[in-house]
């Protein structure tokens, strides 16, 4: 394969370097307060992406099955602690990480593997080189969109306990009494995948795409690449989405139609 | 064990976390009305009998244990109106499955027609408690719980509101009324219930309700 890219020395690196500093020594005469953060995410960042490069490489070399497996599978426990954390009004006890890693699990497996399996088939068709890049772009979609979702639905639920309850008094069934906040933790979910998807190529050129056409792949096919990552992160999205909301309103109620807050985790 | 005779709604043991366990019965046609400071378990107990929280203890309604009734059928059965009732809806008749027949007995209660296409916003919070009375009456309750209904009314939709269940009751419906206002209480209460500290207990008992002996004329 000939090389159609630019390769980059470490020296090419240390001049575009000195745009941090810049930006440090901006916060330093302007009393920001930030240009600590701002050396220590940019350090951060240098080895963690170092270290992503040698993982990435030991992984393409190996192409073993078990390998890609495992480091899938860190890949969202460590996506799975991230939702965790971000949420407002977390389930109480294993539930606020189970359920929104259990939902993550089961959509980017799947929709991975569907990708692997009849769109791009590559040989083995866990070939690390597609699987891992195709699981980490569906994985993070995933995430904020699970995130949103049950962000949504138990904020939803603890603000408008009255409606909700009002309802299941009068004898609606849970699903009914839930349904108006079940539909915007959905919608809240669903809508970064629909901007993304509008925006693309208007407002923002995707970085998948653009990186491909830097590394030396024509523009065309390109944009092809990017339009299937795309259906791929809104299907992962959706089926990660409709799970952890359904389960989060199926734990934040019970089989006697009782609205369960006490479920959430005390604050 | 079979029903005591009368009783409609039959309490064995019930307790839940702030509530001591309470046994009780209503027959149908007849008012309770429940006694106690603020903060001393009524709405826990009320909750309770709605199974909205989860609660131990046995309840029976016309003999059958609540554990056998979906919950759904039971709230339809055993009806409860909060202190602060909710809304789920843009307008008030959404809340309304029938408001033709709901609007008949809105009237009662001195509320008009078209207060169907109403914003939320519109009714004040007096209107709005009617409004709530007649959407639990609109399922038809067998039981009906009333926590405050009088609360923020002035003196003639007070007086409407237990004309209107005073005729309910009349026609067979089994009330629990919290009322903080003796007065009333005496009124509508055929007996008393008192709540102190997470503990139910009947609290003397009135042969006829004062609103039957002001029924009755001598």
Known sequence: ?267 | MTPKAGALLEVDGLHRSGLQPASFSLAAGECIAVHGHSGSGKTLLLRALADLDPNRGVVRLEGRDRATIPAPTWRQRVGYLPAEPGWWADTIGEHFIDWESAAVVAAQLGLPHEARGWPLTRPSTGERLRLALVRALAESPQVLMLDEPTAALDAGSVAAVEALLRQRVADGLAVLWVSHDPAQAARVGHRHLLVEAGRVREAGRDREAGWDREAEPQ
Request: with cysteine.
């Open chain 1, 1 to 267: 394969m000939t090389k159609d890219y630019i390769a980059l020395g470490y020296g090419d690196l240390a001049i575009a370097a000195t745009l941090v500093l810049l930006d440090a020594a901006a916060s330093l005469v302007l009393h920001l307060g930030i240009h600590r953060g701002f050396l220590i995410s940019a350090l951060r960042m240098v080895v963690q992406l170092s270290l992503m490069g040698l993982v990435l490489a030991t992984l393409f070399a190996l192409s073993s099955p078990l390998w890609t497996g495992l480091a899938a599978l860190a890949m969202i426990a460590f996506a799975g602690r991230e939702i965790a954390s971000r949420q407002e009004r977390p389930l109480a006890g294993l539930w606020s990480y189970g359920l929104g890693t259990g939902c993550m699990l089961v959509a980017t497996t799947l929709v991975t593997v569907f990708a692997l399996t009849t769109a791009l088939r590559p040989h083995p068709w866990y070939d690390p080189r597609y699987a891992i890049p195709l699981l980490g772009m569906i994985l993070s979609n995933t995430m904020t969109g699970i995130g949103l979702g049950l962000n949504t639905l138990s904020s939803g639920l603890v603000n408008r306990r009255g409606a909700v309850e009002a309802r299941l008094m009068l004898g609606h069934p849970r699903r009914a009494a839930l349904s108006p906040v079940i539909r915007q933790a959905l919608r809240s979910a669903l809508m970064p995948i629909v901007n993304t998807m509008s925006a693309a190529g208007i407002v923002a050129l995707p970085g998948m795409m653009t990186g491909q056409i830097l590394g030396g792949v024509p523009p065309g096919e390109a944009v092809k690449y990017q339009i299937l990552i795309l259906f791929l992160i809104a299907g992962g999205t959706g089926i990660g989405a409709v799970a952890a909301v359904l389960g989060g309103a199926y734990r934040l109620t019970d089989a006697r139609h009782r609205l369960r807050l006490d479920r959430l985790a005390a604050r």
